[in-house]
């Protein structure tokens, strides 16, 4: 099996600008330079309040018990189907929930099988 993985990292405004201007003069000399994708916090306490640990256990219940449904989802958590909805939107905008619409259900799925926290020093 294929592991297929997200990466979330942790890094200051100076990293991140540091790697901003990396990556100008690597396109100013015309060097190819590769996409990278994931999401990006500038602090720990920025990170938390976006996974919690109701969210992440949300991510890993729509991974490994495949909901078919938000609603099947909510009656899974045991929670209210207002907050899982809101929770699922927003994890949908970061990138860590996909939607399926169908005419009468929204199907949650998760597309990876890990997620790599990295933390820039």
């Keep these: 099996m294929k592991v297929k993985r997200i990466t979330i990292e942790i890094k ?8 901003a201007g990396r990556t100008y003069e690597k396109v100013s000399r015309g060097e190819q330079v590769g996409e990278k994708t994931g999401l ?4 720990l306490k920025d990170m938390r309040r976006v996974l919690t640990e109701r969210r992440v256990e949300l991510l890993k219940t729509i991974k490994e018990r495949e ?3 938000v609603y099947e989802l909510a009656k899974m958590l045991r929670r209210d189907l207002k907050n899982v909805l809101q929770d699922i939107s927003y994890l949908e905008e970061l990138g860590l929930v996909e939607i399926t619409e169908t005419k009468d259900r929204k199907i949650p799925r998760v597309s990876y099988d ?4 990295e933390v820039a020093l």
Aim: no cysteine.
């Design 40 to 43: 990006y916090f500038g602090s």
């Design 12 to 19: 200051g405004l100076d990293e991140a600008l540091k790697e």
């Design 67 to 69: 909901p078919s449904s």
């Design 114 to 117: 890990k997620i790599n926290f």
